[in-house]
T-cell receptor, first 111, second 110 residues
Framework: EAGVTQSPTHLIKTRGQQATLRCSPISGHTSVYWYQQALGLGLQFLLW???????NRGNFPPRFSGRQFPNYSSELNVNALELEDSALYLC??????????FGAGSRLTVL | GEDVEQSLFLSVREGDSSVINCTYTDSSSTYLYWYKQEPGAGLQLLTYIFSNMDMKQDQRLTVLLNKKDKHLSLRIADTQTGDSAIYFCAESSSASKIIFGSGTRLSIRP
């Protein structure tokens, strides 16, 4: 069984640009979570999608947005990039028991 | 709001036991988790415990939960160099809220 896959692995952008990160959940998982892990910090919850709908959102500005597609894959968009958006963005999918399975992450660097 | 706290660093000698501690504030937590993150990688689920359990053991790993004090610990017996990683404690009371601590960086001394 394939795990959670994320792309790209690395992304370099400049301030003011937009970044798009992608996530494919484990087959059969309908929930996708996005977390931001800035250098030296823990995981900050960004977004939760389930069955194509945004179900919950963390304390991030509106320029962080996303969507979930009918095949349950998901996209995270970050507009008007700022230097402090540089981080590892982790996607996770969930089956039962509230257990999250994480992908390897997409490292975004903003110059 | 809900919070999960962990100490940032732990150093142990190879072969000793490691004990990583975590405290949380949400009294309605139903699941508590331990995840491991190796350098450059995502998070790997090590184990989880339901809030109605006191202890869970899985090979070298032992999880202890003190629900009254909202304290969770992870003991790694016979710590090896491959156990070097960041260990995250997390809790959830519902599917919408899975909150992580800042992680404890475990380093192993020869």
């Amino acid at each position: 069984e394939a795990g959670v896959t994320q792309s790209p692995t690395h992304l370099i952008k400049t301030r003011g640009q937009q970044a798009t990160l992608r996530c494919s959940p484990i087959s059969g998982h309908t929930s996708v979570y996005w977390y931001q892990q800035a250098l030296g910090l823990g995981l900050q919850f960004l977004l939760w999608y389930d069955e194509g709908e945004e179900r919950n959102r963390g304390n991030f500005p509106p320029r962080f947005s996303g969507r979930q597609f009918p095949n349950y894959s998901s996209e995270l968009n970050v507009n008007a990039l700022e230097l402090e958006d540089s981080a590892l963005y982790l996607c996770a999918s969930r089956a039962g028991a509230n257990v999250l399975t994480f992908g390897a992450g997409s490292r975004l660097t903003v110059l | 709001g809900e919070d999960v706290e962990q100490s940032l660093f732990l150093s142990v000698r190879e072969g000793d036991s490691s004990v990583i501690n975590c405290t949380y504030t949400d009294s309605s937590s139903t699941y508590l988790y331990w995840y491991k993150q190796e350098p450059g990688a995502g998070l790997q689920l090590l184990t989880y415990i339901f809030s109605n359990m006191d202890m869970k053991q899985d090979q070298r790993l032992t999880v202890l939960l003190n629900k009254k004090d909202k304290h969770l610990s992870l003991r790694i017996a016979d710590t090896q160099t491959g156990d070097s990683a960041i260990y995250f404690c997390a809790e959830s009371s519902s599917a919408s809220k899975i909150i992580f601590g800042s992680g404890t960086r475990l380093s192993i001394r020869p």
